[in-house]
């Protein structure tokens, strides 16, 4: 007899590809899929993509690639994007405007306008990346035919149900949403030219809809699944690293440092850029800091690095005292838009320069989860290290060393696997009220 158990799909975008992730009830995976995506288009300030190609490749990624035996068993699920990408759409949900994507930082005035408007205590809103900087931005180009305002993850939510206007409150916590008051404050409506556009907001792993039957049919999924409200791809990479208690951390080694950390209150410092999403029964708290690896291969191919690693003593200090920046400007745990990289003296020796970049941003993971207890989070348990420099062992141990904190490996790499774990959630309430 063929297998009826149920499935739950996750769907993960990022900048760069598309993934899949399918899982059972009882979190057991049954393969990851991907897929690239073109890449964004626009130079300087501009990063933008074609909402078509993302659904273009999901389309093709389900039809081609995920098996029909998995397929017929999928009963829920969920989508993550990128964090305050947004584009604008139609009353039929057709995009009016291209995505601007989340380091799009073309809304420079519109964030001195945030600047002088937002709440100082609100910080997700600030800056010029922001999602909700990017609607003033549409705003300001009088786009004709708008009449929703979505992120990356809502489109494709929406486009599966065939019914347009809503969002999950972490998506929408960078468009000014309060997840606390669960409200769009009166601050905002005042300041959008159509407050209409605002997406009807639903906590993280509810259901919203049952997928369009044409798209089921011609996907060869069941009528019956369901769509789940998800998240951003850094929560869902949370969900998926196994963060689930206060004092759960998690820090993703990327081209930036981000550092959260689970906490049982919020915790919102515009000053520090540190804002909470909500993460359960309880909240997300973390910044980001413009270190990372970006500024590794600003001076070393990759190829470099991973030879210096192997040849590294992390448990030997190189007595310097930097604070690796690939630019001018930090965010955070020091709020400095002048602060400048401190890479000097440099070493005659490239892989003593390199291990003090290493512990360089070590230090400022520490000094980040330092600022984010002082300011009332919960204090780190454990860390789960997430991203392309996790896989670094040498960088590892320094790390251990210098913040002496519990340090544990992700349950799974995969950002799409948190969104099938959304997925499952929005299945199992849904079954209690049947």
Known sequence: ?????????????????????VIDDKGQHYGFYSAPLPPSRGSGTHAEQNPQDWWHTLEDLIITKLDDALKHR???????????????ANHQGHPVTPCLMYNDH??????????????????????????????????????????????????????????????????????????????????????????????????????????????????????????????????????????????????????????????EQPVSA?????????????WLVGGASNSGGAVLLKYFSSQHIAAMSETINPDHATGLNYYPLPCLGERFPIADPDKSPQLSPRPEQDVIFFQAMLEGISNIEKLAYQRLAELGSTPVKRIISVGGGSTNTAWQRLRERTLKCLFTPPLYNEAAYGSALLARTGYSKQQKLL
């Open 74 to 88: 999928i009963a829920a699920i969920a989508v993550d994007g990128t964090s305050a990408s947004l584009l604008l």
């Open 1 to 21: 007899m063929p297998n009826t158990q149920p499935l739950y799909l996750g769907i993960d975008f990022g900048t760069s590809g598309c993934r899949l992730a």
């Open 270 to 282: 515009a000053k520090y850029g540190i804002y909470s999403h909500p993460y359960g029964d309880h």
């Open 106 to 263: 073309r809304a420079t005035s519109e964030a001195k306008t945030l600047l002088a408007k937002a709440p100082n205590a609100i910080s997700a809103v600030q800056g010029p990346s922001s999602a909700l900087a990017k609607l003033l931005y549409f705003d300001a180009q009088h786009i004709k035919g708008s009449h929703y305002a979505l992120h990356q993850a809502d489109w494709i939510s929406n486009r599966l149900t065939g019914q347009f206007g809503y969002s999950d409150s972490n998506n929408c916590l960078k468009l000014g949403y309060d997840a606390k008051r669960q409200e769009w404050p009166r601050w905002l409506l005042d300041l959008v030219a159509k407050p209409h556009v605002l997406p009807h907001v639903v906590a993280p792993g509810n259901f919203v809809g049952y997928i369009n039957k044409a798209i089921a049919d011609s996907w060869s999924l069941p009528t019956s699944t369901l769509i789940v409200s998800g998240t951003t791809d850094s929560i869902a990479a949370s969900l998926a690293a196994g963060a689930k208690t206060p004092g759960d951390a998690v820090t993703s080694l990327g081209s930036t440092l981000v550092v959260k950390v689970v906490s």
